[in-house]
């Protein structure tokens, strides 16, 4: 996997090998971006273009276009946003650089999960619909688990349906540990 985050920005940490991180060892860096979010009209509440979103462990790594941030909520650990640096509220809205970039990040952040989270499948998915409202769009690439069908009896959208009505509370620690341990594969690749 030399090329896992080839042609991405990472921002390096210090940290534990793979496989043995831990929350308490992991400082939470503060969220920096190179890119800058923001709404396609002045006075458009998107939290992802007002900062008012503080995704665990910071900022993950940037593209010229895109930002991946750890997942902020009742998903697993492990589970990754791309959302575009711009607002953005529909694929068909992308520029041709934007849709370009897409494709083999979203390739690159489903490997570097696989390679983190040692998940039976990696999903990667488009949200952008929040109360029938078009919202920023985000492609979700979370890790899925053989074992989640103990307490999910459906995988897929069924379960991610079944846990956000579940509502449970991320660990942001570990979220933020394994932030800083993609951000660190990244910066290798």
Known sequence: MGSLLSGATARTSQSEPIGQWKAEHEPTPRRTRRLRLVSA????PCEVCDGSLDPPGG????TAHW????????????????????????????TESEAAELGPLLRQVAALVH??????????CLWSHAGWQRGHIHFVIQPAWNAQGTRY????????AA???????????????FAARARELASRS
Do not use: S, W
């Open 41 to 44: 009209q002045p006075g458009d």
């Open 59 to 62: 900022t993950i790594l940037e």
């Open 67 to 94: 930002v991946v941030d750890h997942c902020v909520g009742p998903l697993p650990v492990g589970t990754l946003i791309v959302k575009p640096g711009r607002h953005c509220t529909a694929v068909v809205d992308l």
């Open 115 to 124: 390679q983190l989270a040692n998940p039976d499948q990696v999903y990667v």
């Open 153 to 160: 009896p459906h995988p897929g959208p069924t379960m991610q």
């Open 163 to 177: 846990m956000f009505e579940a509502n449970g509370e991320l660990d942001r620690a570990a979220a933020a540990a």
